[in-house]
C-alpha cells in the first residue's frame, strides 16, 4: 500500500513558478513510476508528467512541454513537479499518481496505468 500526499500549490501570477511535491509512504517507493494529472473545473482529468522508477525516463503532455520538469528522489520518497511561465489554463488540482506496473515509458500517460492517487493540491494562475 503506497499512500501520496501533494504539497506546494498555491497563488501565483501568470508567468511565475512553483514546485510540487509529491510524499509517498512505503519502502518500495523507488519501485514506481509516477506521475501527476490535472483536473480543472467542469473538464476532464488530463495527464501532466511522469517518470519512471529510475529517473530514466520522462514524459510529458505537449501543453506543459519545456516549461514542467518532472524529477525524484528516491532516498526521499519524493516525486517533484517544477512548473515554469505558467499560463492562466494551468489552473486546476494537481494530483500525484504511483504505478506499481512496468510499461513502456508511454503507457504512463494513462490513468488507468496508476494503482494509487494523492489527494490533490490546487493551483491557481491569476492573469
Known amino acids: 500500500q503506497v499512500q501520496l500526499v501533494e504539497s506546494g500549490g498555491g497563488l501565483v501570477q501568470a508567468g511565475g513558478s512553483l514546485r510540487l511535491s509529491c510524499a509517498a509512504s512505503?519502502?518500495?517507493?523507488?519501485?514506481?513510476?509516477m506521475g501527476w494529472f490535472r483536473q480543472a473545473p467542469g473538464k476532464e482529468r488530463e495527464f501532466v508528467a511522469a517518470i519512471t522508477w529510475s529517473g530514466a525516463n520522462t514524459l510529458y503532455a505537449d501543453s506543459v512541454k519545456g516549461r514542467f520538469t518532472i524529477s525524484r528522489d528516491n532516498a526521499k520518497n519524493t516525486v517533484y513537479l517544477q512548473m515554469n511561465s505558467l499560463k492562466p489554463e494551468d489552473t486546476a488540482v494537481y494530483h500525484c499518481?504511483?504505478?506499481?506496473?512496468?510499461?513502456?515509458?508511454?503507457?504512463?500517460?494513462?490513468?488507468?496505468?496508476?494503482?494509487?492517487w494523492g489527494q490533490g493540491t490546487q493551483v491557481t494562475v491569476s492573469s
Open positions: 512505503g519502502r518500495t517507493f523507488s519501485s514506481y513510476a
Open positions: 499518481a504511483a504505478s506499481s506496473q512496468i510499461y513502456y515509458s508511454d503507457a504512463y500517460a494513462h490513468a488507468q496505468k496508476y494503482n494509487y
